[in-house]
């Protein structure tokens, strides 16, 4: 009779198919990844901040290289990555016509980023590959059906499909983990310092994108270290000369942490504050939930559940116990070093989990009968290795459509030119008007050819503002006092408790729409009372705002939840009780800390730089003057003005008795690099837009804001000038630019601009000085380049008053 086999006999299902096994399972992680990898394109809403670094390495007028990043939130080894493919893409684009200068390249990002975008999502589909195989090649030591389950969960793993179809470091990080785990254990089974050099290597280029990584160095060292010892050799050597090597490595792909050791601390320094300001304080029970969760939404909870059974196999089997200890310690040091920052358990952790997972299912299946075992591995295969496979075809079939695409075509139909939309971030992609006016001030606009430049100035643009949104680390501010060595004082000490001052509810009564997202919204509403002010607007707009349209990510809809609120009488009812909008209403936020600390260290208050502008007639002798200008009383101006707002407000910004009365705090003045950097581009952006919707009165606030803190600026003048004569004020716009001319006397080194003189010229006519308004047209008329628009507009208006005067 014939010996019965074995029961742990080894299963040769597979056997014939081995060799395409590996290809299918890329080529299907491949193509599930490529599916829509168009996603949301033209749009691009992401932070993408490693293509963004990589584009500017290169410079768009000369074409040298800086290859300083100038930034280490991440390490560099992913900007490098994405330097070279972004080059490779120029070179051929460059070749097929499709531009014809660097300049040209990147002026187009900002038009039609899609050849760039794709190349870089690219990037993560081609690291998700590897990780595929690394993860199978770690799986084949348990077992050639382990290396075929592991291969289909990282295949299909939902974060997986999605992250490498964004442009992030994350795949890039995983695919060398992966890499450096895979050639530890062989350089275990095999020795050969090739492979522990290859290992060491990969372990500083996954540290050189992703500080976490650096968790790969104890796994590296103990191996190194006990293979040595079994070999008779040193361990210590071994260890050291490993970790050596991905310290090279690490600073071969990250150079300027030490050719810009400060920027690298500075910036490392801030990366830390964020941690340990979103940090869990402990390791209660709620870590281990914290990081399971992850591994069971993307492996499913059976798979979860036999990955805590994997640790019998460091427990009671000799065989695997090497293999599994080092996937544990890696899979713990993954999820501790991710927890300080309270983000999910990360890529890697959950690669690992799927091998660990795996070998776990295979080994339940082992002690019994093949005919049984087989028919077990197919039922445990399907409730395992089935709902993820089913998670990750749906994570791949979503993107045919995004809510935020959607919310932009819905711009595109109902928003009327003279309608302003307030949004916040990653909600739809609107371009402003004013961004167009920087990009063509920009050195890569200036540079690029003809017809790029065109395709710019031919994108449609919209009336749109959107909030700024602080992030991580903290707010400081440098705190000049005279006779002193200025020093950097903290303002907030949570940057995120500085979004609160853009969601004052006044700030949004003279718009026509506020759109909310919900990748900023629901964020804000999970701790209202840390984010009050946010909270508060939200119930605002949910009780009187109209809602005129709502996005909601569906099917193939991908994307945060979008609200679109029309703001209408109830709501301007509702926020006309808080009174009226301040010029320094940034400063309300501030909190009382950095107040003292500053009042006590500055001198005695000074008046607001906006009160000199109080110097003007009072309000009776304006009306006067516009009255024998045949114009109507500024106060009838204002209530007859197209702002809906203004009619009830006596206290405007343009009111000198008010502005008389107006007087700043030395520490507000104090704060005038944390306006510039934080809140100056916000108000000039409410004030032209408002200004260009006609809304006078409204922009003229926001304008005044940066004039409070910046006489000089010719920008918020010019909006404040337009503003002033629009409502018949032409002799406070007169002071205002003649305060602004002040700072860019001759003397100065600083020129005024042209726009600036033009606006003069038109207040100096309405003014009634006829000599001095020609003077200053016929200065702007003889500028050489005939093309000049302002000369243009200067000589236009020469003539007409020259046909005026012949007739």
Known sequence: MRAARPTTAPDTTFAYFRPLIVPALVAFAIAIRLWHVRHGLPDFLEEAAPLRLALGLRDVTSGTIDWNPHAFGDPSFAVYLHFFVQQLVYVVGRGLGHWSTYADYRTLFGVDPSAMVIAARLVGI?????????????????????????????????????????????????????????????????????????????????????????????????????????????????????????????????????????????????????????????????????????????????????????????????????TALVLWLVLVGFGLMLSLARTDAGLPSIVIAAVLGAAA?????????????????????????????????????????????????WCERALRPDEVIVQEAYSARLISEQEVVATRRSPAFRHASADVQSRVLAMPTFPAIELPLAGAGRITNPLVVPGRTPREVEVFARAAELNGVFYDPRLFAAADYVMTSGAVRDRFEAEPRRYAAQCGLYRLLDATGEVVALFRPRDATEGPEIVVYRIGS????????????????????????????????L????????????????????????????????????????????????????????????????????????????????????????????????????????????????????????????????????????RTLAAHEPGTGRPADPALRLEYALVLEGLGAHDAAQVELEALASISDPRYEVAIEARRLLAAEDQVGGQ
């Open 570 to 601: 109830r709501y301007r009812a509702a926020v006309e009780a808080l009174g009226p909008l301040d010029p320094l209403w940034w400063t309300a936020g501030v909190p009382n800390g950095y107040r003292g600390l500053a009042t006590r260290a």
């Open 126 to 322: 081609a690291c998700d590959a590897l990780t595929v195989v690394a993860a199978m090649r770690i799986g084949r030591r348990f077992g050639h059906e382990v290396s075929i389950i592991a291969g289909m969960l990282v295949a299909c793993a939902p974060a997986l499909v999605a992250t490498s179809r964004s442009v992030f470091a994350d795949s890039v990080m995983t695919a060398c983990a992966l890499g450096a785990l895979e050639r530890m254990l062989a350089w275990h089974d095999r020795r050969g310092m090739y492979r522990l050099a290859a290992a060491a290597t990969l372990t500083g280029l996954a540290a050189g994108t992703q500080y976490p990584a650096t968790v790969l160095l104890v796994p590296l060292a103990w191996l190194a270290f006990a293979g040595a010892r079994r070999d008779g050799r040193s361990g210590l050597a071994a260890a050291g000369a490993a970790c050596a090597i991905a310290v090279a490595a690490f600073i071969a792909s990250t150079p300027f942490a030490v050719l810009d050791f400060g920027s690298f601390v500075h910036d490392f320094a801030l990366e830390g504050q964020r941690i340990s300001q979103s940090g869990l304080g402990g390791l209660g029970s709620g870590f281990f939930g914290a990081h399971a969760a992850p591994i069971a939404r993307n492996l499913g909870s059976l798979t979860a559940a036999f990955v805590v059974c994997s640790l019998g196999f460091v427990l009671a089997d000799p065989q695997r116990r090497h």
């Open 603 to 738: 001198a005695p208050p000074a008046p607001v730089a906006a009160a000199e502008l109080a110097s003007a007639p009072a309000p009776d002798a304006v009306a006067a003057h516009t009255s024998a200008q045949g114009d109507s009383t500024l106060a009838r101006r204002i209530a007859t003005t197209s702002n809906p707002t203004v009619s009830a407000d006596t206290t405007d910004a343009l009111d000198p008795a008010r502005a008389r009365r107006t007087r700043t705090p030395a520490w507000v003045g104090s704060l005038t690099p944390l306006y510039d950097d934080r809140i100056r581009e916000f108000a000039a952006q409410m004030g032209a837009a408002l200004n260009a919707a006609g809304r006078p009165y409204a922009a003229a606030r926001f304008a005044l804001a940066t004039l409070a803190m910046h006489p000089g600026d010719e920008a918020a003048c010019l909006v404040y000038s337009h503003c002033a004569r629009e409502i018949g004020d032409y002799e406070r716009a007169r002071i205002a630019i003649e």
């Open 361 to 409: 299912l295979r080994a339940a299946v082992d002690p019994f009968r093949r005919s049984v075992r087989r028919a077990l591995l197919v039922t445990l295969l399907a409730a395992c290795v089935g709902p993820t496979v089913f998670a990750g075809l749906h994570a791949a079939s979503a993107g045919a459509d995004t809510t935020q695409l959607q919310a932009r075509r």
